[in-house]
């Protein structure tokens, strides 16, 4: 399945996400989803930004990993869907919005959290969906100057 599509669904399940598990089991897809996205850009994307891509897999690993590794459910783990990243600006885009909308609702449950554990859970958590959007963010911005210096540099047709 390709990125966007991954992210679309990952998206509606944040917004249908009801309570502190589901939200925390959907930060920790969308945690999964941009380690497979800085994966596949590593080995796949422009070699100028694999090293950014390379960040972007290690926070979204971090994002996912830890003693508190939510139950999946019967859809599994969206990210092992990932197949093809054919759009990876409008993909990156989608995976920053994600990333925000995450932190976000998990401010929601920390603000909300009745013990001290879930609290640190949640503010570990909202760290990591803003280092990894962070990462998401250098990727466009290295993306966008990829463009302008391609197109600074292809021969003027009008000679």
């Given amino acids: 399945m390709d990125a966007v599509r991954l992210i679309r669904a990952s998206r509606r399940a944040l917004a249908e996400s009801q309570d502190a598990p589901a939200i925390t089991r ?17 080995r796949e994307g422009p070699p100028e930004l694999r090293g950014e891509a390379l960040g972007l897999s290690e926070a979204g690993g971090r994002g996912c990993s830890g003693s508190a590794i939510p139950v999946i ?43 001290e554990g879930a609290y640190w859970h949640c503010m570990d958590a909202i760290d990591a969906a803003d280092e990894s959007r962070d990462r998401v963010l ?22």
Wanted: hydrophobic fraction near 45%; aromatic fraction near 2%; charged fraction near 25%.
């Fill in 26 to 42: 959907e930060a920790w897809q969308a945690q999964a989803l941009a380690q497979a996205m800085g994966n596949r850009l590593a």
């Fill in 73 to 115: 459910g019967s859809g599994g783990i969206r990210a092992a869907q990932l197949t093809e990243l054919p759009e990876a600006h409008k993909a990156l885009i989608g995976l920053a919005e994600l990333l925000g909308e995450v932190g976000i609702a998990l401010v929601g449950i920390a603000s909300e959290a009745e013990e």
């Fill in 138 to 159: 250098e990727i466009i911005r290295g993306l966008g100057l990829r463009r302008d210096t391609m197109s600074e540099s292809e021969p003027d047709s009008a000679a």
